[in-house]
Protein backbone atom coordinates (compact mmCIF):
# COMPACT_ATOMS: atom_id res chain seq x y z
CA UNK A 1 0.00 0.00 0.00
CA UNK A 2 0.78 3.69 -0.37
CA UNK A 3 3.70 5.02 2.26
CA UNK A 4 6.07 7.26 3.16
CA UNK A 5 9.21 6.64 5.64
CA UNK A 6 10.82 9.48 6.74
CA UNK A 7 14.15 9.51 7.84
CA UNK A 8 15.88 10.04 11.35
CA UNK A 9 15.38 12.10 14.10
CA UNK A 10 17.68 14.97 14.02
CA UNK A 11 19.93 16.83 16.22
CA UNK A 12 21.22 20.46 15.33
CA UNK A 13 22.93 23.55 16.81
CA UNK A 14 21.38 27.06 16.76
CA UNK A 15 22.60 28.20 12.80
CA UNK A 16 22.87 24.91 11.28
CA UNK A 17 20.58 23.28 8.42
CA UNK A 18 18.86 19.78 8.64
CA UNK A 19 18.09 18.16 5.44
CA UNK A 20 14.61 15.63 5.97
CA UNK A 21 14.33 13.00 3.31
CA UNK A 22 10.84 11.46 2.57
CA UNK A 23 10.77 8.21 0.61
CA UNK A 24 7.29 6.92 -1.30
CA UNK A 25 6.55 3.87 -2.47
CA UNK A 26 3.19 2.02 -3.46
CA UNK A 27 2.09 4.68 -5.98
CA UNK A 28 3.27 6.57 -8.68
CA UNK A 29 5.75 9.36 -7.11
CA UNK A 30 5.36 11.93 -9.90
CA UNK A 31 1.33 11.93 -9.65
CA UNK A 32 1.15 13.34 -6.75
CA UNK A 33 1.91 17.07 -4.91
CA UNK A 34 4.07 16.34 -1.53
CA UNK A 35 3.33 18.70 1.22
CA UNK A 36 5.33 19.65 4.27
CA UNK A 37 3.74 20.12 7.63
CA UNK A 38 5.56 20.50 11.09
CA UNK A 39 4.10 20.19 14.74
CA UNK A 40 6.34 21.83 17.70
CA UNK A 41 5.97 20.17 21.00
CA UNK A 42 2.55 20.19 22.37
CA UNK A 43 1.49 22.39 19.81
CA UNK A 44 -0.73 21.82 16.67
CA UNK A 45 0.00 21.37 13.16
CA UNK A 46 1.74 24.12 11.22
CA UNK A 47 2.03 24.03 6.96
CA UNK A 48 5.10 24.57 5.61
CA UNK A 49 4.77 24.44 2.36
CA UNK A 50 4.90 22.34 -1.25
CA UNK A 51 6.33 21.06 -4.59
CA UNK A 52 3.89 20.05 -7.02
CA UNK A 53 3.96 16.98 -9.37
CA UNK A 54 4.03 18.40 -12.14
CA UNK A 55 7.07 20.53 -12.93
CA UNK A 56 8.13 20.63 -9.07
CA UNK A 57 7.26 24.19 -8.84
CA UNK A 58 7.31 25.22 -4.92
CA UNK A 59 5.14 27.20 -2.24
CA UNK A 60 6.24 28.24 0.80
CA UNK A 61 4.79 29.78 4.05
CA UNK A 62 5.82 33.17 4.61
CA UNK A 63 6.96 32.17 8.06
CA UNK A 64 9.84 29.97 6.47
CA UNK A 65 10.61 32.12 2.52
CA UNK A 66 14.45 32.49 2.47
CA UNK A 67 15.46 29.40 4.39
CA UNK A 68 13.49 26.82 3.09
CA UNK A 69 14.04 24.50 0.81
CA UNK A 70 11.93 21.41 -1.00
CA UNK A 71 13.56 19.60 -3.19
CA UNK A 72 12.33 15.83 -5.51
CA UNK A 73 14.54 12.71 -6.81
CA UNK A 74 11.62 11.64 -8.99
CA UNK A 75 13.89 8.64 -10.33
CA UNK A 76 13.78 7.28 -6.61
CA UNK A 77 11.08 8.45 -5.19
CA UNK A 78 12.05 11.04 -2.75
CA UNK A 79 11.23 14.20 -1.25
CA UNK A 80 13.40 16.40 0.32
CA UNK A 81 12.90 19.59 3.14
CA UNK A 82 15.92 21.67 3.95
CA UNK A 83 15.71 24.28 6.89
CA UNK A 84 18.46 26.35 6.97
CA UNK A 85 19.60 28.64 10.13
CA UNK A 86 17.96 26.91 12.35
CA UNK A 87 17.02 28.17 16.11
CA UNK A 88 14.95 26.87 19.00
CA UNK A 89 11.81 26.90 18.09
CA UNK A 90 12.38 25.41 15.34
CA UNK A 91 12.27 22.18 17.15
CA UNK A 92 9.66 19.84 16.20
CA UNK A 93 8.25 17.27 14.44
CA UNK A 94 8.43 17.27 10.60
CA UNK A 95 5.98 15.67 8.37
CA UNK A 96 5.88 14.89 4.94
CA UNK A 97 2.39 13.80 3.19
CA UNK A 98 1.19 13.16 -0.21
CA UNK A 99 -1.65 14.94 -1.60
CA UNK A 100 -4.38 13.45 -3.45
CA UNK A 101 -4.51 13.70 -6.88
CA UNK A 102 -8.32 14.79 -6.71
CA UNK A 103 -8.70 17.22 -3.87
CA UNK A 104 -6.41 18.94 -1.87
CA UNK A 105 -6.45 16.62 1.40
CA UNK A 106 -3.41 14.83 2.44
CA UNK A 107 -4.17 11.37 2.72
CA UNK A 108 -0.86 9.54 3.12
CA UNK A 109 1.33 10.80 5.93
CA UNK A 110 5.41 10.14 6.65
CA UNK A 111 6.01 8.72 10.53
CA UNK A 112 7.32 12.32 11.17
CA UNK A 113 11.08 13.07 12.12
CA UNK A 114 12.08 14.84 15.49
CA UNK A 115 14.42 17.63 15.30
CA UNK A 116 16.00 18.72 17.97
CA UNK A 117 18.10 22.78 18.39
CA UNK A 118 19.73 22.93 21.11
CA UNK A 119 23.37 24.30 21.79
CA UNK B 1 -7.70 32.65 6.65
CA UNK B 2 -8.42 31.43 10.15
CA UNK B 3 -10.27 28.38 11.55
CA UNK B 4 -11.32 27.84 15.20
CA UNK B 5 -11.94 24.71 17.06
CA UNK B 6 -12.90 24.39 20.83
CA UNK B 7 -9.60 22.67 22.47
CA UNK B 8 -11.83 19.79 24.20
CA UNK B 9 -15.03 17.79 23.83
CA UNK B 10 -15.69 15.04 25.50
CA UNK B 11 -18.25 11.97 24.96
CA UNK B 12 -19.32 9.00 26.36
CA UNK B 13 -18.96 5.48 24.94
CA UNK B 14 -21.97 4.88 23.03
CA UNK B 15 -22.84 8.21 22.45
CA UNK B 16 -22.37 10.56 19.73
CA UNK B 17 -19.64 13.85 19.64
CA UNK B 18 -19.35 16.43 17.62
CA UNK B 19 -16.16 18.37 16.57
CA UNK B 20 -16.97 22.24 14.91
CA UNK B 21 -14.87 24.11 12.87
CA UNK B 22 -15.50 27.66 12.47
CA UNK B 23 -14.59 30.15 9.63
CA UNK B 24 -15.77 32.88 7.35
CA UNK B 25 -18.29 31.75 5.04
CA UNK B 26 -16.17 28.23 5.76
CA UNK B 27 -19.33 26.39 3.51
CA UNK B 28 -17.82 27.32 0.22
CA UNK B 29 -14.79 25.65 0.77
CA UNK B 30 -13.98 22.11 1.33
CA UNK B 31 -12.90 20.81 4.96
CA UNK B 32 -10.76 17.97 5.71
CA UNK B 33 -10.14 16.37 9.02
CA UNK B 34 -7.72 14.65 10.53
CA UNK B 35 -6.94 12.68 13.42
CA UNK B 36 -3.71 12.27 15.63
CA UNK B 37 -3.21 10.20 18.24
CA UNK B 38 -0.75 10.59 20.80
CA UNK B 39 2.77 10.07 19.59
CA UNK B 40 1.44 9.42 16.42
CA UNK B 41 1.11 10.49 12.56
CA UNK B 42 -2.04 12.70 11.93
CA UNK B 43 -4.43 9.99 9.51
CA UNK B 44 -6.98 11.98 7.11
CA UNK B 45 -10.65 10.76 8.35
CA UNK B 46 -12.56 12.72 6.34
CA UNK B 47 -12.20 14.88 3.01
CA UNK B 48 -13.60 17.43 0.79
CA UNK B 49 -16.81 18.08 3.90
CA UNK B 50 -18.25 14.81 3.52
CA UNK B 51 -15.78 11.95 1.88
CA UNK B 52 -14.52 9.05 4.20
CA UNK B 53 -11.13 7.42 2.97
CA UNK B 54 -11.21 3.86 2.88
CA UNK B 55 -10.61 2.29 6.20
CA UNK B 56 -12.57 4.89 8.14
CA UNK B 57 -15.22 3.92 10.13
CA UNK B 58 -18.92 5.12 8.56
CA UNK B 59 -19.30 6.05 12.54
CA UNK B 60 -17.08 9.23 11.31
CA UNK B 61 -19.11 11.84 9.06
CA UNK B 62 -18.79 15.33 8.20
CA UNK B 63 -20.97 18.31 7.05
CA UNK B 64 -20.35 22.27 6.38
CA UNK B 65 -22.39 25.05 6.17
CA UNK B 66 -22.40 28.76 6.57
CA UNK B 67 -19.40 29.64 8.89
CA UNK B 68 -19.34 25.92 10.78
CA UNK B 69 -18.06 22.46 9.42
CA UNK B 70 -18.71 19.62 11.94
CA UNK B 71 -17.09 16.31 12.10
CA UNK B 72 -19.26 14.21 14.15
CA UNK B 73 -18.82 10.53 15.43
CA UNK B 74 -21.49 8.51 16.77
CA UNK B 75 -21.18 5.53 19.04
CA UNK B 76 -17.98 6.79 20.09
CA UNK B 77 -14.93 4.35 21.38
CA UNK B 78 -12.35 4.59 23.21
CA UNK B 79 -9.79 4.24 20.76
CA UNK B 80 -11.36 7.58 19.17
CA UNK B 81 -9.44 9.66 21.78
CA UNK B 82 -7.32 11.63 19.81
CA UNK B 83 -6.84 15.18 18.62
CA UNK B 84 -8.56 16.39 15.45
CA UNK B 85 -7.80 18.82 13.20
CA UNK B 86 -9.86 20.38 10.08
CA UNK B 87 -8.04 22.07 7.34
CA UNK B 88 -9.09 24.14 3.57
CA UNK B 89 -6.88 25.02 1.02
CA UNK B 90 -7.71 28.82 0.85
CA UNK B 91 -6.50 30.17 -2.55
CA UNK B 92 -7.47 33.86 -1.54
CA UNK B 93 -5.79 34.02 1.69
CA UNK B 94 -2.14 34.93 2.90
CA UNK B 95 -1.45 30.95 2.77
CA UNK B 96 -2.88 28.50 1.06
CA UNK B 97 -3.04 25.95 3.40
CA UNK B 98 -4.82 26.37 7.34
CA UNK B 99 -5.12 24.02 10.17
CA UNK B 100 -7.27 25.08 12.80
CA UNK B 101 -5.71 24.77 16.24
CA UNK B 102 -7.20 21.19 16.86
CA UNK B 103 -9.36 19.28 19.29
CA UNK B 104 -9.04 17.37 21.92
CA UNK B 105 -11.64 14.47 22.29
CA UNK B 106 -12.04 12.39 25.27
CA UNK B 107 -13.75 9.81 25.75
CA UNK B 108 -15.17 9.45 29.59
Known amino acids: QAQLVQSGAEVKKPGAAVKISCKAS????????MQWVRQAPGHGLEWMGWINSVNDNTEYSRKFRGRLTFTRDTSASIGYMELNRLTSEDTAVYYCARQRDDSDAFDIWGQGTMVTVSA | YVLTQPPSVSAAPGQTASITCGGN??????VHWNQQKPGQAPVLVVYDNTARPSGTPERFSGSNSGNTATLTISRVEAGDEADYYCQVWDSTGAEPVVFGGGTKLTVL
Open chain 1, 26 to 33: GYTFTNHA
Open chain 2, 25 to 30: DIGSKF
